[in-house]
């Protein structure tokens, strides 16, 4: 229909040509990507260290320079101009380049190390990853890694794509604090804190790298027991730490989430969310909206939390089993446990809320239940040694399939493809977990103004959750999804003021009036009455 | 089964025909010669922006037509024969009805200006107006300027779309200042600026005199009555108002005024025909009310309350407290109750204006009873259903300037002015 032509050249027409700031600042953004690239090729770089600064710093510079050619002229407002002429934001051709590009990096990265010049058994480490040898050795005092390398240019990415949302949300206070926040959270505590704790490693002490707010089951391997060990033979400082995290998934995060709903750890903290709403934003408008889609996310979903649960109570039962003597926790007080809390914890659930749950919401959580519990049961019973599946090998099917595939490869390298929340709709167990209490037992919703709704889409289409917000704010209706992490952009493209993110008391949370607000009161007395 | 037949697949069509399927078994079906689907009228400039797809402007996915059996005919009525009650295409098919709804809605005012239906001048009302607006204005080469001409809320939406391919924009106003036939002038005035600020070269006070053509019938520029000055242009967009798109009644017996006549049931001269939306026209006008509502929520209004009747639960059209909203580049506004441009003899107005000139508020309340009579907003939302309340409460305007700060809106961490609001409220009250 358009005349206007997905044009692949970057200088294209209005309103998607680039000004002569967002020129050089991809000039220079490409400069700092083309001196990792060099290096990938081997070519050796006299004094690394230098070279890599030069490398971060243009990346970032460029990027912030980009922003600010788009967006330091323009008035406070709205910026999706051209969003869906563009080649990058619109699945053109730059956006498969783009998609190819991330995917093959996370493959490389997950799978075939060895290629970034990783040293293998402890040699010397070449290649792009000898070029953060220099930044690995300053903060935490050994060579890099892949998971440095990694490290660093995520917390890059998230830094110098913050400045950009920031820019681009000029007017929105509650899309800049966000974002402040989850800059700090990536760059403190996944990034500095780990890597400045490392230097505290020695013969006698160690602590597993450990980023504070990573909490399990997002965290898959945070019950692993190399990690476990380590917690526990670091005394005092490793208890701590190990207590902490168990006291953020039952007690913090609960809390948390009722006051606040899941935004407060989906897009206030969480690294991958922070990636998603920093260099993820150009994608949110590819999320699909469709019926479909939510079915197979709600299947999906849940499906890996599951998993997640299943894997994790395996590979705990499995070394309480063996290494009995050093724990206190015994296997079988661990698994009737596990079996109690999951069968209290649904009680609870059926009690209060089965009337909130949709069918297949419904016969999904019996299954899983029944499931689980089984499970337990027959390694109970049984006495067998292992869990039905061998722990070891369902926990690397579970490191192999959600935490490489899903969440790197599909999760982030599709962004251009499917939007930039695949991994947090449809595979994260941690969303899933805070999602199902969002939905039952917290404060927060979206509320809809009135009959002020106009039914445009905006909302709809800048979702990154793929929610159909504007189904529920044409209706009147609040919005209470399990999969909405509050990043409150609906709330931002509306243009007549209909919705905000508000957190209040639970009654009447969940509303679905059938005659919106202003038409005659008899007429809408009459209807929502019957 | 009766068979209910409605015309125009809108919001007020669709309204009624969603609440017939949730109240009734009834056969529906929607005739459009506009679109396969339902989409949002409302966010036609979004597509020309590029925020938004067509696709995406549609409400309800495809499947949900079928599913819930409303039948969808695409077709242009040629008449409607009430004594055969049937109405008949341009292409000599024929429907039958047992119940006829108009819903047709509006087409854009021409006030027979010489050169109005050359190409390249149009309206922004239909899917058709906005592919033609696409097709002359694609971008800045093609489209070296555009003219607009008539100040109000389609106009300004169309001075915003262009600006976003960067074609310059002359917009001729005939008011001398932006929509003041609605707006009170301190409202009026911040956006006059707030469009100069969007580079617009906005002409207040001017009219249109001609459009000229150039030799193969497309115009090429327009000339201004009040100078004779000719400015050269790719695309004239005209939108001084809609009236109803009637016409195609005119020999059919349906009583017809500038839309069609329709009493507080809807229901047009010819019984089991019934007319809502932007093409009814009341008999009387209800309170404050235009005769004729061309508004989105007053279509929707109209919907909800015609399929109570049609099975078999008369309701009159009573609409509640007046609202409305809008936006104008980056400022949105939202009214609530009546605040009039041309103040009534008992109305006093409070007017608040942030430094900044993009938000501002003007209060409207009685001068002897200080009952608060409306609110326009102005950069600041502001909940519907506190004003709605405050306004069948009869409160008074000291107590809704205090209170202020319950019916804010603005998102988690914005800034408040309800302080400052107070403040200029009451320096103004001590001063007169």
Known sequence: MSTLEKNMSLTGEAPQNLNSIQKVGTLVGMFGLFIIVLAGFNISLPNKGLWLTIALISITGGIILYAKGAYQNKLEGIKNDGVWFKSISSRGYLAWIAGIGLTGFYIVLYFFAELLGLGINGGTNTGVIALFDPLSKLLNGNPASQWFVYGTLYTVAILAFGVKFIWKYKHNRYEQSRTVSVMFFQTAFAFMIPELMARLNSDTFSLPYNDLKNMWPLNYYAFDQWRIDQFINAETIGLAFLLFGILSIFVVSPILTYKYGKRWYCSWVCGCG???????????????????????????????????????????????GYDATKYWLTKDLFLIGVALFLGLLFAVIWLFKRDELAKDARYGAIGYLVVVLSLIGIHYLSGAELFLFEASKLRSLYGFLIGSIFSGVIGTGFYPIFGNRVWCRMGCPMAA??????????????????????????CSTYCEMGIDVRAYAQKGENIVRSSCVGCGVCSAVCPRGVLKLENDTM?????????LLGNDVDLMEYVNRN | MEHIVIIGNGISGVTTARHIRKLSDKKITIISSETDHFFSRTALMYIYMGHMKYEQTKPYEDYFWKKNRIDLKR????????????????????????????????KSNKFGWPGQDLDAVHGLYSKQDLDA??????????????VIVGGGLIGIELAEMLSTRNIPVTFLVRENSFWNGVLPDGESQMLNRHIKNHHIDLRLGINLKEIISDKNGKARAVIIEETDEELP????????????????????????????????????????????????????????????????????????????????????????????????FDIEYQTYGWVFANKKEHEAHFHWKHEDDTKCITVAYHKGTQEFLG?????????????????????????????????????????KFENQILNAYNQKSISV
């Open chain 2, 375 to 415: 609110i326009n907003t102005f950069g600041i939302r502001m909940r519907h259903e506190v004003f709605d309340r405050w306004l069948t409460e009869k409160k008074e305007v000291d107590y809704v300037i205090q209170h202020l700060s319950e019916a804010n809106f603005d998102p988690e961490f914005y800034r």
């Open chain 2, 133 to 146: 607006i696409e097709q002359y204005a694609p971008n800045n080469n093609i489209c070296k300027r555009a």
């Open chain 1, 433 to 458: 977990i805070l999602g199902m209490q969002q939905r039952l037992f917290s404060k927060f919703r979206i509320t809809t103004n009135g009959g002020q709704c106009i039914s445009c889409g905006n």
């Open chain 1, 507 to 515: 009654n009447g949370r969940i509303d679905s009036n059938h005659i």
């Open chain 2, 233 to 328: 242009c790719d695309l004239v967009g005209l939108t001084a108002g809609v009236s109803p798109n009637v016409d195609f009644l005119k020999d059919s017996g349906i009583e017809l005024g500038r839309g069609v006549k329709v009493n507080r049931f809807l229901e047009t001269n010819i019984k089991d025909i019934y007319a809502i939306g932007d093409c009814a026209e009341q008999h009387e006008p209800i309170g404050n009310r235009r005769p004729i509502e061309a508004v989105w929520y007053t279509g929707r209004m109209m919907g909800e309350t015609l399929a109570q009747t049609l099975c078999g639960n008369p309701f009159e059209y009573n609409p509640g407290h007046w609202f409305n909203s809008a936006k104008f």
């Open chain 1, 274 to 320: 922070g990636l998603a709403e920093t260099a993820g934003d150009s994608f949110r408008q590819l999320s699909d909206k469709s019926m479909s889609a939510w079915k197979i996310e709600r299947w999906v979903v849940h499906s890996v939390l599951v998993f997640s649960v299943v894997m994790t109570t395996a590979v705990i039962s499995t070394y309480l």
């Open chain 2, 75 to 106: 077709g242009f009525v040629k008449t409607v024969n009430p004594q055969q009650k049937e109405v008949i295409f341009e292409d000599g098919d024929r429907m039958n009805y047992d119940k006829l709804v108009i819903a047709v809605g509006s």
